[in-house]
């Protein structure tokens, strides 16, 4: 069950246009923040259920915080949110454990199908741990 | 009604493309030109029967199209012609295929999506023909058929970058015709000019294609040599000398006879501009006139 | 420089002109990649308004530390108007010909390299600002025409840039990233200007663009 997102972009254009895409009425708790180390703050402090991250931030980008926050908690499920969707940089993003990518800008319908993965695979978590 | 008119009334060559780059519209100016009616080649790849097309820089640029909705320009200057058709009327004699310019762009379907693209086809040929002339006119000297100093310096240029990167050998004569104010003084300006003529002549029937005859100043001449080293240049500025000391020419019924000076230097790693290889030539001629005349000096060895 | 970017956009409207040039060109960068193999890193694209006159002495700062200079330059033309100006440390031309792997023409028997070269800059030139122009357009629900490119080999950086290269006394947009060949390790500048005449237009496309997701 998805309950907490967090939503980590420098834009706040960026920040309205992927919430604008995720449905309003599932209950969800949002949190937003502006660079990558306030991304890494945050998910300690809320432990969010799925992070949507954004590659190119001040402070701490996309990328170191996406690793962060899997030493942190190994099972974090971060969604990579970016233009640059070719192989290469998939091929990275996925190594360093990032769940999936998304591209941007998204859609009602590329944001939903996103969700709805997210959701089974959490559910499987939870049936894996009894 | 009118567009499938403007389509093919045009004197200018318009292909479509699908993403295939299977023809799918050719127009009445390409089948004229080509020899290929639209039936023909309807649905078949363009390089089926245009295989020259099938290269990287052509496949990007459609990709680029297809992709970006770019417009990709195939300037005649860079490309000369994609489509290799005869040239029309009388430029046969200068190009041996239409010189074209063409520009590949995209077409998209209701949705916005670009599905097609669309080349055209512009005939050139006569401008460049212009262009050509022009040009031509502007770097030979009009009296004696040579290229003029300013083409020459233009060419010296060229060939030292040239020398720069390959290290190949340049050598350059510089030549005068002895004693030409007195031809001028004794029979006049205009058997000066026939006598310019006729060394300029004789100095083209010695050297190569690749050489550069240029004349330098009132009757001063420049030759530059590329691949060419100073003792092989010193030859050449020999058989020179040789030739028109042998010859009487006949200016309307009266012998003249003349002969040349000429200064020879070779580019070398001291020499690195193209001032110093002219001043050395130079001074070497000043030295062949000091020396009496009718010789041929370097000041290298 | 701040107030004037007041007066011309807001706030809320220079950010999302900023997030859609990340979104324009880290897709061109993507697709660049994906069809045409061509493998560039475009960095996140600086927007600014100024005015004309202020051009060419911002463009020159911008790209300091470049000795000498080549320049591709392009006009397009869409509901927003302008010019992209490319501009390449000299001599990079030989990298980017090993990238295109050109099929060398053997009619350039003259000087092979000096033409090749400029032509590749052309190529490489012409698709860079088209990826990039384009995906913009994309965006804001337009299409663009473009004039072929012009390339301008010249030595000093401040001479490139021509004062009379924009209209003075009007506004011009400028937004500009440093691309960057990885495996050719060549770097060089995009600037897009565009002319003020483009302002009004493109401040109703941004917010037909934000609007979607209202």
């Known amino acids: 069950m998805i309950k907490k997102l967090l939503i980590a972009d420098d834009s706040p254009v960026a920040r309205k246009i992927l919430k604008s ?25 809320v432990r969010p259920d799925l992070t949507f991250m954004d590659l190119t931030m001040p402070v701490m980008d996309g990328v170191e915080a996406l690793m962060k926050i899997l030493e942190l908690d190994r099972n974090a499920v971060v ?33 939903q199908e996103v969700l709805l993965r997210v959701e089974e695979h959490l559910e499987n978590q939870k049936r894996a741990h009894g | 009604m009118i567009f499938s008119q403007i389509f093919d009334m045009v004197n200018i060559g318009i292909v479509v493309l699908d993403r295939d780059l299977k023809v799918k519209h050719w127009n009445r100016w390409m089948a004229l030109h080509s020899g290929i009616a639209a039936e023909e080649i309807a649905e078949k790849s363009i390089f089926a029967l245009f295989p020259n097309l099938n290269t990287s820089r052509f496949l990007r640029s459609c990709k680029a199209v297809l992709t970006f909705g770019n417009f990709s320009f195939f300037s005649q200057k860079l490309h000369r012609y994609l489509f290799a058709f005869k040239p029309v009327n009388s ?20 949705n916005n999506v670009i599905q097609y693209l669309y080349i055209t086809v512009q005939d050139v040929t006569e401008v460049v023909s212009y262009e050509q002339k022009l040009l031509q ?44 104010k007195k031809v001028n003084d004794v029979y006049g300006h205009q058997c000066g000019d026939f006598i310019l003529k006729c060394v300029a002549g004789e100095v083209a029937l010695q050297i190569r294609k690749v050489d550069c005859l240029a004349r330098y100043g009132g009757e001063e001449f420049c030759c530059l040599l590329p691949e060419t080293s100073l003792d092989h240049a010193m030859h050449v500025a020999e058989r020179i000398r040789a030739a028109i000391e042998v010859k009487t020419y006949d200016y309307q019924g009266t012998p003249i006879q003349v002969t040349v000076s000429l200064g020879v230097s070779e580019l070398r790693e001291k020499t690195d501009d193209a001032d110093k290889l002219l001043k050395l030539a130079d001074d070497a001629l000043y030295e062949a006139k000091r020396l009496g005349r009718n010789k041929v000096i370097s000041l290298q060895s | 420089m701040d107030k004037l970017q007041d007066c011309v956009f807001t706030d809320e409207e220079i950010d999302i002109l900023q997030e859609i040039m990340n979104i324009a060109f880290g897709s061109a960068a993507a697709d660049l990649a994906e069809a045409i193999d061509l493998f560039v890193v475009l960095s996140v694209p600086v927007v600014r308004v100024l005015q004309a006159e202020e051009l060419p002495e911002y463009i020159s700062n911008e790209i300091q530390g470049y000795d000498k200079v080549s320049l591709v330059e392009q006009d397009f033309l869409a509901k ?90 009007n506004l011009a947009i400028i937004l500009h990233t440093v691309f960057h060949f990885n495996a050719q390790d060549v770097s060089g500048f995009l600037f897009l200007v565009c002319s003020h005449e483009s302002i009004n237009w493109l401040r109703k496309a941004l917010y037909e663009f934000l609007k979607q997701y209202e």
């Open chain 2, 137 to 180: 006119m502007n770097m030979e000297d009009s009296l004696t058929g040579a290229y003029n100093r300013r083409f020459l310096e233009v060419y010296l240029r060229q060939e030292l970058e040239k020398y720069k990167r390959y290290s190949r050998k340049i050598s350059l004569i510089m030549l005068d015709i002895d004693f030409f």
């Open chain 1, 21 to 45: 895409c995720i449905p309003k009425d599932r209950g969800y708790e949002f949190y937003e923040v502006g660079d990558g180390l306030a991304a890494l703050q945050k998910y300690e402090e």
């Open chain 1, 79 to 111: 969604v990579v949110s970016t233009a640059d969707v070719q192989k290469k940089t998939i091929q990275k993003v996925m190594e360093l454990g990032a769940y999936t990518l998304l591209k941007k800008p998204p859609s009602k319908e590329s944001v």
């Open chain 2, 91 to 110: 430029f046969g004699a200068t190009f041996d295929y239409m010189q074209q310019s063409c520009t590949i762009g995209p077409l998209r379907d209701e």
């Open chain 3, 80 to 169: 927003f108007k302008g010019v992209a100006l490319l501009i390449f440390p000299s001599g990079i031309g030989k990298s980017l010909i090993a990238m295109l792997e050109s099929d060398v023409d053997s009619t350039f028997e003259s000087d092979p390299l000096d033409a090749l070269e400029r032509e590749t800059l052309m190529e490489v030139g012409n698709i860079l600002v088209g990826a990039c122009v384009s995906k913009v357009a994309e965006l804001l629900e337009d299409v663009v025409i473009y004039s072929p490119p012009r390339v301008i080999v010249e030595n000093l950086p401040y001479k490139a840039i021509s004062q009379d290269m924009f209209e003075p006394g």
